[in-house]
Structures are given as C-alpha cells and as structure tokens.
Nanobody, 128 residues
Framework: QVQLVESGGGLVQPGGSLRLSCVASGFTLETYHIGWFRQAPGGERWGISCISHTGGRTYYSDSAKGRFTISRDNAKNTVYLQMTDLKPEDTGNYFC?????????????????????RGRGTPVTVSP
C-alpha cells in the first residue's frame, strides 16, 4: 500500500520536545521533496518545514526557525521533525507531504496544495 504515515506526536508541556517521523511505504522517498505542515482544529494550515530530496536544502517557517530541525534518512524512507521549546501555539495535527512539482521552499509556502502523497498526521498538543 502506498502511503505516508506520521508518528511521534503527543501531549507535552510548554518548553518540551517531540520528534516526529514520516515514513513512506509502497514508494521511495528519495526523489521527493518533503514538507511538514500543521493543521489547526479549525482547518487552517501552515507550512512548518520542508527539505529537498537530497536533504541538502531546508526551509523553515519563521515560527520554526531556531526551534525545529528537519532531517531525512532516505535509506530508511523516513523524514523527521525534531521540535524543541514547544509552545501552545504549536498545537495541531502535523502531517507530511511528498512532492516533486515544487522545490522545498515553494512546497512549504503552499499549505493547501494537494501533493503527490500526503499522510493523515499525528496530533501534537502543547499544554501545561
């Protein structure tokens, strides 16, 4: 089955950390740019961080800079998002997208773009 599956979300206190994983099955991630996005309960979406297919270029939203780190292990068909110093406004459903039509920066700024592949997400709640 061709799919992206996210994991690693959960409930964390402000200032805490989480590491999200996005694992591909049924296809190879190495030719795709990958992005992490957040969707709020009301439906609004934001591009958080994206990475080129080789991992050589990354993009971060202003809210993610200095706190989040995106990385990928193509041998494991997996992309990670290490999140530190989490804040309540980071709360949401985090999902990943895989696409080849846009580079990593353009993918990130198109939060509502329907990519080639998209996972269902993993929920993150930051609360005292």
């Amino acid at each position: 089955q061709v799919q992206l599956v996210e994991s690693g979300g959960g409930l964390v206190q402000p200032g805490g950390s989480l590491r999200l994983s996005c694992v591909a099955s049924g296809f190879t991630l190495e030719t795709y740019h990958i992005g992490w996005f957040r969707q709020a309960p009301g439906g609004e979406r934001w591009g958080i961080s994206c990475i080129s297919h080789t991992g050589g270029r990354t993009y971060y939203s202003d809210s993610a800079k200095g706190r989040f780190t995106i990385s990928r292990d193509n041998a494991k068909n997996t992309v990670y998002l290490q999140m530190t110093d989490l804040k309540p406004e980071d709360t949401g459903n985090y999902f990943c997208k895989a696409d080849r039509n846009y580079d990593e920066q353009d993918l990130c700024v198109r939060a509502y773009y329907t990519p080639r592949y998209r996972g269902r997400g993993t929920p993150v709640t930051v609360s005292p």
